[in-house]
């Protein structure tokens, strides 16, 4: 358990950098953006492979029994959160209703998995970012984060929910290989 927790502290610790725009651009000043993107990448990258690692090893600890329709409703969520990572990448109208696409897409993802998981593990890694991506929204508002308001063709917004259905099937078959757990 504890590389898991190890893992999310990095990964979440360097994500949380941004939010301190004065030590972003203290550590860019001293050091150079093109460096500073490349430390962050690899930092969130050690981050991430122990997330990885620390959950496949964790111990399973019960803690609730999720509702059996739980993971219906992981199935339904994922789509639009798949989609909504999509959009914060790709030029579409998704932008000019949420300022936050890709933290809307983590939320939804980690709704879903706690609804469909009831071990301390889960609880760790989906209620951590879960509640990461609330507060980074939080506080990317207070930053004055805006929508934007271009607009796109809706073959754009067509192609960004194209994407995200193309991850989320391939997400679905692979589910069991990646992950040890069949979800269709």
């Known amino acids: 358990m504890s590389i898991l927790v190890i893992g999310l502290v990095i990964f979440i610790g360097v994500h949380s950098v941004p939010s301190f725009s ?10 150079g953006e093109g460096s500073y993107k490349a430390a962050f990448a690899v930092i969130a990258l050690v981050g991430f492979v122990l997330i990885i690692v620390g959950k496949a090893y964790a111990d399973f600890v019960p803690l609730w029994q999720p509702p059996a329709w739980g993971r219906h409703i992981t199935f339904a969520l994922m789509l639009p959160a798949l989609a ?3 959009a914060a990448n790709m030029p579409t109208n998704i932008k ?11 939320t939804l ?9 009831g071990d301390f593990a889960s609880l760790l890694l989906f209620g951590t970012f879960g509640a990461y991506a609330l507060l980074d929204m939080w506080s990317a508002n207070n930053r004055g984060a805006s929508k934007s308001e271009a607009r796109f063709s809706i073959k754009q917004d067509a192609a960004v929910v194209g994407a995200g259905t193309v991850v989320y099937a391939l997400f679905a078959f692979l589910h069991p290989y990646m992950f040890g757990v069949a979800i269709i």
């Open 22 to 31: 004065t030590l972003r651009l203290d550590l860019i000043a001293r050091i």
């Open 96 to 106: 000019r209703i949420t300022r936050h696409p890709m933290l809307w897409g983590v």
């Open 109 to 117: 993802w980690a709704v879903g998995h706690m609804l469909a998981n």
């Open 84 to 86: 909504l990572f999509a």
